[in-house]
């Protein structure tokens, strides 16, 4: 059974950090480009940040680039979004995505975890 985990939301100031963590079981891992995506009340969901399976290579939304870090441990099964600097427009829920690196697999969410950020 797949089951995508995160945790590691709750609130903090204006310009403070904390760290997201995604667990995925039931996965070959490796084989998963891994993402966090976020939604904020009334808007839609969106890209946060991206860390590929194949080489590690990451990219982000312009709106993170500098205060924001994704990591992945293959031998936990799990990714990490270090968030520094954060800002009231941080405000979501965040979700991890599992994406198979291989056609034909199917690609996970997890359950989402909130993050705010008071000013």
């Known amino acids: 059974q797949v089951q995508v985990v995160e945790s590691g939301g709750g609130l903090v100031q204006s310009g403070g950090s904390l760290r997201l963590s995604c667990v995925a079981w039931g996965i070959s891992f490796r084989s998963y480009d891994m993402s966090w995506y976020r939604q904020a009340p009334g808007k839609e969901r969106e890209f946060v940040a991206r860390i590929r399976a194949v080489d590690g290579s990451t990219n982000y939304a312009d709106s993170v680039k500098g205060r924001f870090t994704i990591s992945r441990d293959n031998a936990k099964n799990t990714v990490y979004l270090q968030m520094n600097n954060l800002k009231s427009e941080d405000t979501a829920v965040y979700y991890c995505?599992?994406?198979?690196?291989?056609?034909?697999?199917?690609?996970?969410w997890g359950q989402g975890t909130q993050v705010t950020v008071s000013s």
């Open positions: 995505n599992a994406d198979p690196v291989n056609l034909g697999f199917p690609h996970y």
